[in-house]
């Protein structure tokens, strides 16, 4: 069956989002398979929307970065 990262979505079949942990990919976890901080990854997925659009401002992005996180498993109630 076909796995996401339970933290932010990425498809774990792909070798380039494998890590350490069986339900979260390498960017969401340190090199132990342990989860990071609710912070560390809304930054991260911050940057990421960043990066795809670079007239996006820090605010606007965490704002999104935020509301994408909502709809994960692992931050549905947080
Ligand atoms: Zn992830």
């Known amino acids: ?3 996401y990262c339970n933290s932010c ?3 774990l079949w792909m070798e380039q989002f494998k890590g350490p942990a069986d339900d979260y990919c390498k960017y ?3 090199e132990n398979g ?3 901080t609710r912070k ?3 930054q991260g997925c911050a940057n990421w929307l960043k990066s795809w659009s670079p007239d996006l401002d820090e605010a606007t992005a965490i704002k999104r ?3 994408y996180m909502r709809s994960m498993p692992e931050w549905a109630d947080k």
Request: hydrophobic content about 30%.
């Open 34 to 36: 342990n989860l990071k």
């Open 28 to 30: 969401c976890t340190d």
């Open 1 to 3: 069956m076909e796995r």
């Open 9 to 11: 979505g990425s498809p």
């Open 65 to 67: 970065a935020e509301y």
């Open 40 to 42: 560390e990854i809304l």
